[in-house]
Structure formats: C-alpha cells, structure tokens
C-alpha cells in the first residue's frame, strides 16, 4: 500500500480566488455571499449566491480551449494551474509522467441551456457552434483539462451531488494507495448562474434572508432557513508519498481516511445512521480514534434538517471528544459539487496556519448544536489531524481525513 | 453593404472570434492555415457567417474556399444573393 499526499492545492471561490486570498477571508470570517438581481427577476424565491467573477483566460489560454470551456472550466483550471504551480509540476513533468484527473461536477446547465435556447431559435444544430457539445457534457471539466495539461492516466469526472468533490478525492486517494496511479489531480467544479440553481431554489431549500446577505449562510444556528449556492473550483494535487519525496515536493498533509456510504432511503433528507457509517468508515481506514482528530470541517450547509442531521450523526461517533466544527459553507455559501474538494483545501490552510476558521453567524445553538464544540469566532489552534465531511442528495456520504507530516 | 464594408467586417470577426493577426490576413493568403483552422472551427466559421450575414454557410462551401480573397468572394456573393 502507498501513503497517499498532497502537494499542491489551488482554488477560485467567492471568498478569494487563490490560495493567499482565501487563507486571509478563512481567518477574518468573511463572507463571500451577495444578491443576484438577476435571480429575482427570473422568479428565483431567493437571489442569494456566492458572488465571483468570471475569469477572463484569453491570455493565459488558446481560442480552441476555451471555446469548449463553461465557466466551471474555467475555474477548474485556475484552482487547477495554481496547485499545479505549488506542487511544483511544470510542463516538462506532465509530459513524461502517468498523471490523471478525477474531478467533481454534476451539472453544466448553463452550457446545455443556451445551446438548446439556439436549436430552438434558429431550428439549426450546427449553429450551436462546436463548443457546446464540450461545454455540455457533464465531464466538462476532466475533458478540458485533461487536454489542456495533455493528462495521460486515470480520466473522469465523478458525480456525486453535493459530495462529487470528496469522492474525487477519495477515488484518486485510493487508486495511489493501490499502486495503479502515481499521481492525480482531483478537485470539485461548480457552475455558478441562475440556470444550474433554478430548480434547487424551487424546492425551497434556500435562504430567504434577503435583506442581510452576509448572515443568511448560518450552520448550525437555530435560526437558520436555508442553505446559500455559491461555487468556483478547488484542486489538490495527490500523490505517492515515495513520488513527493523523489521529486523533493513540499509536502502538504497526507491522507490517511476515506470512509463512504449511501443512505438508502429518501432522495433529499439526510440520514443519521448513513451519516455516521461514513465517519466510522474513514476514522478505521484512517486507523486512528476520534481523540486524534483535531477539527471537524462539517458538511452543514445551513438547512433546518441537514444541520441538525449532522450534528447528531458526530455526536454519535465524537460523543463528548468536544473536537472544533465549523462549517466553512458560513462564509463560502454551498459550494455543491466543488465542496468536498474546496474544504480539503480551506482544512489544510487552516492546519498549515494553525488555526480555525470560524463558523460565522452561530448564534443560537439549538438542542443538537449545542452538544458539539462550534467555533464561532476565529481561533488559534495547532490542527495535526482534521476529517471534512461531505453529503449529497441521493443519500452519498463522503468523509475525509488528512494529517499534517512532521 | 459595399464589397468593402463586407471585407472589413469578415477581418474584423476573424480577429474578434478566431484571434488572427491582422497582419497575416492578406488576400493571397491561405485561410486555412493561416486561421489554423481544424474541421471544429470551420463549425464556428459557419456561426458567425450566420450571425454577421444571417445566411447559412454549408461545408462543400467551403471546399473551393482556398484564400481570403476567395472567402471575401464568396461572401460577397451570397450577400448579394439575398
């Protein structure tokens, strides 16, 4: 079996949109959360969303990629040269090694959209320009970025709802462990625009704090409505501990746990027993108990029922450890499926500047809240061992756990 | 629209949508290669006929379409068809 490690890390969300911007919103509580105008006026119930800008790469990449290139592309390769630059692996490592890419997405519907918006109108496929059969395709972002970096191992995009990110990074995690890849970049994408939220928003599940964007994403607190969608991108770059160590990488934490579960039952509500069956699982393979780990980065994406779903399933495998949560999703919003991935890398930023984010707008407990150890404010703390979960409809479970090398 | 108006207009949507130095496109040049056109983009080339010329461009169209000139020509003569 290989030791499973992290030497890079990229991201591009809406509280910074590289690792440096991210660290210092992660350590003030900032929230990336705003109203999009435009959401009310297609009829959205709520227009709250992670506000981010989206990129402009006409320098940094050719016409022909990125015409097949939807904005979660975009991102995906920003968060993706970025940890590719940290983990020191430059064009000429790229073309003489075996690297993959397992990525999260579950969706490009802007892309599908506006390429059948044109077939309508203009009764014409050809005319829907030969982008958007590339831009479409749920595997968007493995296909661009597999061809833009010339990847030649493991390639695919892994669909889990809300926890595609997580899953990525466990599937690369256990291919390295198993010997069958050296190195993978993994890493969760997610559209951010009316069409990809639409239906979410339709089944009510988000925040209508309208008047106080900043303080409608509140996990955990009592007086929670609703989760906020937010999205970008976020990579990290796994590899064999004996390939770090070949090429004299930094490296950034190891990954020792990846627990998984399916809930088996309803399509949205979350499940306790399921929930918890993914915690048991990664703290086993991780082969440590729950005293060893040091920060809890919870799944709790700000809903009535998920929150409290959560926070008994780590009471029930924490029970009084009184180990730190946090929910990043306070100042992030729901990162869908980018989450898993981009709060591995808020964890590490986190562990490799030893402290806790906070999760902000905790400010009434409620009865199952209030057994776990929420950190509200910013504090410092020496993070060794951290476990991030990640939840999505259809009842997928994914739990993480990393550990900081000496 | 004037022969020249529709030449300004093809070179100002192959710099805008294919990025070509204006410097390279000449009348005598190949279109092909100097675009480095593969048979994706030449899909787009369809689109922007479309959308600048409202006609639909086929691709046995193209198969005589060697230099910019014989592109302008082209166009000028469907434009005229309409």
Known sequence: ?406 | MSNQEIIEKINGFLVDEFEADINLITPEASLKETLDLDSLDFVDLVVVIENNFGFKAKGEDFVNIKTFQDFYDYIIQRVGDK
């Open chain 1, 1 to 406: 079996m290989n030791r499973v490690v992290i030497t890079g890390i990229g991201v591009y969300s809406c509280i910074g949109q590289n690792v440096d911007e991210v660290r210092d919103s992660l350590f003030k509580g900032k929230s990336g959360i705003g109203f999009d105008a435009i959401r009310k006026e297609m009829g959205f119930r709520s227009a709250l969303t992670g506000v981010l800008p989206v990129p402009n790469l006409k320098d940094k990449l050719h016409r022909r990629f990125r015409n097949s290139m939807p904005e979660e592309a975009e991102y995906a390769f920003l968060a993706t040269d970025e940890a590719l630059k940290m983990a020191k692996i430059d064009d000429a490592f790229l073309d003489n090694n075996i690297v993959g890419i397992l990525y999260g997405n579950d969706s490009t519907a802007k892309a599908t959209i506006e390429g059948v918006d044109v077939m309508r109108a203009k009764k014409d496929t050809t005319l829907m320009g030969s982008g958007s059969i590339f831009q479409s395709m749920n595997s968007t972002i493995t296909m661009n970025l597999s061809t833009i970096f010339r990847l030649k191992g493991i390639n695919f995009t892994v669909s889990g709802a809300c926890a595609s990110g997580s899953h990525a990074i466990g599937m690369g995690y256990f291919l390295i462990k198993h010997g069958m890849q050296e190195t993978v970049i993994c890493g969760g994408g997610q559209e951010v625009n009316p069409y990809s939220m639409g239906a979410f928003d339709g089944i009510s599940a988000f925040s209508i704090r309208e008047n106080e964007p900043t303080k409608a994403s509140r996990p955990f607190d009592k007086n929670r409505d609703g989760l906020v969608p937010s999205g970008g991108a976020a990579t990290v770059i796994l590899e064999s501990y004996e390939n770090a160590k070949k090429r004299g990488a930094t490296i950034l934490g190891e990954v020792i746990g990846y627990g998984f579960s399916s809930n088996g039952g309803h399509i949205s509500q979350p499940s306790v027993e399921g929930s918890a069956r993914s915690l048991k699982m990664s703290l086993k393979d991780a082969g440590i108990s729950v005293k060893d780990v040091d920060y809890i980065n919870a799944h709790a994406t700000s809903t009535p029922i998920g929150d409290a779903f959560e926070a008994r399933a780590i009471h029930e495998v924490f029970g009084d450890a009184k180990c730190p949560v946090t929910s990043t999703k306070s100042m992030t919003g729901h990162e869908c499926w980018m989450a898993g991935a981009s709060e591995i890398v808020y964890s590490l930023l986190m562990m490799h500047n030893s402290f806790v984010a906070p999760n902000i707008n905790f400010e009434t407990p409620d009865d199952d809240s209030a057994k776990l150890n929420i950190i509200s404010k910013t504090i410092e703390k020496n993070i060794d061992v951290f476990l991030s979960n990640s939840f999505g409809f259809g009842g997928t479970n994914s739990s993480l756990i990393v550990k900081k090398i000496k």
